[in-house]
């Protein structure tokens, strides 16, 4: 039968008994009217064969991963380590045993000379893929249940002392390089997170702004007087259009490379090695816990639902932790 007419007789036959036969019949002539204009078929609900492609489940993992709101970057790592893995073992899936994983993790240790930070991080970009294909029942079992952490050394980046933070303020060639360190250091933000950032985002009254961090949560950061100054200073610099806290060449919001690439300038001229974005949010975070702020409000600020993550960020200076030591035996 064709499409159009079990449309009509479905339609009708649920009017019958509801209206009157005349309006049923006005229904069903409308229906064969419009309907002959167009040619009709079923949908398909059946799961593509490109769909259940190696590469096709990727696309959906990863689909899936952008709507659970993963950072643009998180997914981009994603996307490269498990794609690279699949052509690096040509073989189905449902296939994949935890040796395979094994063999291409020693592989990329001695071929590509990468560290075992790296690996972990690699052999978690596995275990988010395989997981999902296994709770969507599209293998039996998960291969990377079996496969360890990755152990490595975890070093504590140090943060920028008080003259290295001096130094690089004073080998700002503009206000917008002041204003952009300032905020850098004062919020603790994450540079996409700043990228993002609009003037209007500001409260200057209050002092603070509201951030989209990772997972997109909102988090609150405020800015000191300084920063808050300089900002002020930066934007009634400014003679373009562009809604974005801080703009580049040609007044177009300033991007992440552009936000690296300055830091990294500053820091050179200033003579400060390592000079990039990050490491004014660990210096932030050292500096709160050092001054005595609570770990859990430090935690806060920085936008970590851990407040493990948020020691990471914490550098403990020897020579603060020898005078403690010396206080506290006595």
């Known amino acids: 039968m064709d499409i159009r007419e079990r449309i009509i007789q479905n339609v009708t036959a649920a009017l019958q008994g509801r209206v009157p036969e005349e309006t049923v019949n006005i229904v069903h002539d409308i229906l064969v009217l419009e309907l002959n204009e167009y040619e009709v078929s079923e949908r398909c609900t059946a799961v593509t064969t490109a769909e259940n492609s190696v590469e096709g489940m990727l696309r959906r993992f990863i689909a899936t991963k952008r709507v659970e709101g993963l950072a643009e970057s ?8 498990n794609l690279a893995l699949i052509r690096f073992l040509q073989k189905p899936l449902y296939e994949v045993t935890t040796y395979d994983l094994r063999f291409y993790l020693a592989y990329r240790r001695q071929q590509g000379r990468v560290n075992n930070r790296t690996l972990d991080g690699m052999r978690r970009c ?11 029942g599209l293998i ?29 303020r004073m080998m700002c060639g503009n206000i917008r390089d002041l204003a952009l360190v300032d905020f850098l250091y004062a919020t603790g933000c994450r540079v996409s997170e700043v990228v993002h950032l ?3 985002d500001i409260d200057f009254e209050r002092g603070e702004c509201v951030v989209l961090g990772k997972g997109n949560k909102e988090r609150i950061v405020y800015l000191t007087e300084v920063a808050l100054m300089n900002l002020r200073e930066y934007l009634r610099s400014r003679r373009d259009c562009c809604e974005a806290l801080f703009v580049g060449r040609g007044g177009r919001r ?7 690439a300055a830091v990294k300038r500053i820091g050179a001229a200033a003579d400060v090695e390592n000079a ?26 920085l936008g970590h639902a851990d407040i493990s993550t948020t020691q990471v960020y914490c550098f403990n200076n020897q020579a603060t932790t020898k005078t403690d030591y010396g206080r506290y035996t006595a």
């Open 74 to 81: 998180t997914i981009k790592r994603y996307t490269e380590q």
């Open 198 to 200: 609009d003037i209007e």
């Open 276 to 301: 990039y974005p990050h490491r004014y949010r660990h210096t932030l975070a050292t500096n709160l816990v050092e001054r005595g702020m609570d770990i859990l409000k430090v935690a806060a600020v």
């Open 126 to 136: 596995f275990s988010s893929f395989f997981g999902w294909l296994n709770a969507e």
């Open 140 to 168: 039996g079992h998960n291969p990377c249940a079996a496969l360890k952490q990755i152990k490595y050394r975890k070093t504590v980046r140090k943060p920028f002392s008080a003259a290295e933070l001096d130094r690089m």
């Open 254 to 260: 300033l991007s992440k490379e552009g936000i690296e």
